[in-house]
């Protein structure tokens, strides 16, 4: 499970805590359904997308100029698939070399998703 910002005996995000601990589908839903819970999700998401960059910058970092960098069974963000890790959408990927300054090839960044899979690949060449 993620770390989340808000504590666990924080009244406004009791609901999403117990519905997580429970297990229960249902309750999933409703819980994060609530202003609270979508605020929690958004921070969730930020910090993981923070975590796939300095993942990523640290594989730019090892490649030799040139290289291709390619990263493997990425999952989808959390908010959209429940039950896996969580991970970052196609946006992440297309603003990471402005938003994130990595050494690669601007154009080279290509999304590969392998047949009959939820999960995707990455593909991008590092500057030479």
Known sequence: MCKLVAAKD???TDDYFDALEGGNDDAIQTALSTVEAKKLLSI???????WVNRWVVEMIRIAKPGAPVIIELLAPPYCQKKHDWGGVDSDFWETGVEKYGWDVVPGSITRVDPEHATRYNIVMLKNA
Request: aromatic share 0%; proline share 10%.
């Open 10 to 12: 924080d009244p406004d």
């Open 44 to 50: 969730m998401q930020e910090r993981q997308a923070e």
